[in-house]
């Protein structure tokens, strides 16, 4: 099965790289592949804490709450990992969710 390969770049400057299989979402990737935990609520593009902005590279989006991601965001590389399927390698980037998101919970897979 094939898999692509996401960049995170964080806001120190660094980066980490992980993989994720095709027909995967990005969150799922991210949740098994980064050694930094990831914000992570609902998993169903409903909570929004898991925006994230998406720099280069293809990808599917599936329905997703417009309250944290509008179209005009979305035209901007926004989207909820939790209903992204990547279609090749990319760049991403953490998103800052919306005011009216609740606070987050961090996870990393492990918990
Ligand atoms: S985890 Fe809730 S929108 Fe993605």
Redesign the pocket.
């Known amino acids: 099965m094939p898999h692509y390969t996401i960049t995170l770049h964080h806001p120190d400057q660094a980066s980490e790289r992980f993989p994720v299989q095709a027909g995967q979402t990005l ?1 799922a990737g991210a949740e098994a592949g980064l050694t930094r935990p990831v914000p ?11 925006r994230v902005r998406i720099l280069q590279g293809p990808y599917q989006r599936q329905c ?2 417009r309250r ?1 991601v509008g179209p005009g965001q979305a035209q901007l590389g926004y989207a ?4 992204v399927l990547p279609e090749g390698d990319l760049d991403i980037e953490l998103a800052t969710p919306c005011p009216e998101t609740p606070a987050a919970r961090l996870c990393n897979g492990h918990g």
Not at 40 to 50: E, K, S
Not at 80 to 83: D, E, F, P, Q, V
Request: charged share 10%.
């Open positions: 969150l992570v609520g609902c998993r169903g593009g409903g909570c929004g804490l898991c997703m709450s944290h909820l990992a939790c209903k």
